[in-house]
């Protein structure tokens, strides 16, 4: 009986001893559960296959917002709309900006299409991309970030989350030198072509350009279409990357006129490095 009442009570002070987190999005829940091991519960807000742009939570998700004292935010637009409710629902909720010390750089524009779309948008994020993820320089900061909440918030642990911490930021520099050195065949065609421009910190950080069939949530039209694919022919674009998360209608027809896959794969992902390795192979017609 004794045994049973020890039993019980480690389970409940291991349960209790835990951080309940909130994060937005996938890639998030790894960096975090890399760093905060098994000191940390997840709950990941924008599931998968599920647009960051439009997402409305669950109410098992809604419960979670109840019972965490930490929301990791990383400036997706979903935050805009739900962080104020998740506040209001949870007054005693921390939100963390992971997205603190991060340069971002603009979202892409096409000279073409800016002047029209201008009018039209909605000046997401006020033009800078979200999508600071993408880039393994950006992530150690995103990591750094991480680590000084949790030691913040259970200092207790230090030692583990600095042990966690410097083997993730080994991976990190390791995926970084594995992505060089994919992309180091590539001479002078340095463009890749995609539906949505969320690898502007990708291209940005690998001396890459992107081009995009569809900028600021307009789908091209039919003479922009021509357009994209004769830039697309010029610079022997080897694919075109969609995401599950949008339409490719688009992208089939380019696709199909070069005679060129269209790969799928979301910035959203959970296994971050093996996606960056997949794209770099990918640009680099090694796949």
Same mark, same amino acid.
């Given at each position: 009986?004794?045994?049973?009442?020890?039993?019980?009570?480690?389970?409940?002070?291991?349960?209790? &001893?835990?951080?309940? $987190?909130?994060?937005?999005? *996938?890639?998030?829940?790894?960096?975090?559960?890399?760093?905060?091991?098994?000191?940390?519960?997840?709950?990941?807000?924008?599931?998968?296959?599920?647009? #960051?742009?439009?997402?409305?939570?669950? #109410?098992?998700?809604?419960?979670?917002?109840?019972?965490?004292?930490?929301?990791? $935010?990383?400036?997706v637009e979903f935050e805009q709309v739900w962080l104020?409710?998740?506040?209001?629902?949870?007054?005693?909720?921390?939100?963390?900006?992971?997205? *603190?010390?991060? /340069?971002?750089?603009?979202?892409?524009?096409?000279?073409?299409?800016?002047?029209?779309?201008?009018?039209?948008?909605?000046?997401?994020?006020?033009?800078?991309?979200?999508?600071?993820?993408?880039?393994?320089?950006?992530?150690?900061?995103?990591?750094?970030?991480?680590?000084?909440t949790l030691i913040k918030y259970d200092s207790a642990?230090?030692?583990?989350?600095?042990?966690?911490?410097?083997?993730?930021?080994?991976?990190?520099?390791?995926?970084?030198?594995?992505?060089?050195?994919?992309?180091? &065949?590539?001479?002078?065609?340095?463009?890749?072509?995609?539906?949505?421009? &969320?690898?502007?910190?990708? $291209?940005?950080?690998?001396?890459?350009?992107?081009?995009?069939?569809?900028?600021?949530?307009?789908?091209?039209?039919?003479?922009?279409?021509?357009?994209?694919?004769?830039? $697309?022919?010029?610079?022997?674009?080897?694919?075109?990357?969609?995401? #599950?998360?949008? &339409?490719? *209608?688009?992208?089939?027809?380019?696709?199909?006129?070069?005679?060129? #896959?269209?790969?799928?794969?979301?910035?959203? *992902?959970?296994?971050?490095?093996? /996606?960056?390795?997949?794209?770099?192979?990918?640009?680099?017609?090694? /796949?």
């Open positions: 009986m004794h045994k049973f009442i020890l039993i019980f009570l480690l389970l409940t002070t291991y349960i209790f &001893s835990n951080i309940n $987190a909130i994060v937005s999005i *996938a890639p998030e829940k790894t960096f975090l559960q890399a760093i905060g091991g098994d000191k940390v519960n997840i709950t990941v807000m924008v599931q998968a296959g599920n647009s #960051p742009h439009t997402y409305e939570p669950k #109410p098992s998700q809604m419960l979670a917002v109840t019972k965490a004292q930490l929301y990791f $935010a990383i400036d104020p409710k998740f506040t209001n629902l949870n007054p005693h909720l921390e939100i963390i900006d992971l997205a *603190a010390h991060v /340069n971002k750089i603009p979202m892409l524009q096409h000279d073409e299409h800016t002047q029209e779309h201008r009018a039209h948008s909605h000046e997401e994020h006020h033009g800078k991309d979200p999508h600071i993820w993408t880039s393994p320089e950006n992530v150690k900061t995103i990591a750094q970030n991480i680590y000084e642990n230090t030692s583990y989350y600095k042990s966690n911490l410097d083997t993730f930021l080994a991976l990190i520099k390791h995926t970084d030198t594995q992505i060089k050195e994919i992309l180091s &065949s590539l001479k002078d065609n340095r463009k890749f072509m995609v539906f949505h421009p &969320s690898w502007g910190y990708f $291209a940005h950080t690998y001396h890459l350009e992107q081009i995009a069939v569809e900028v600021e949530g307009k789908a091209p039209k039919p003479k922009e279409l021509v357009a994209l694919i004769k830039e $697309a022919k010029k610079e022997k674009v080897k694919a075109i990357f969609t995401q #599950p998360e949008f &339409s490719d *209608a688009s992208a089939k027809i380019i696709a199909s006129q070069l005679h060129i #896959p269209v790969v799928k794969v979301s910035p959203l *992902a959970e296994n971050w490095s093996d /996606n960056l390795l997949f794209i770099a192979h990918t640009i680099a017609g090694k /796949n």
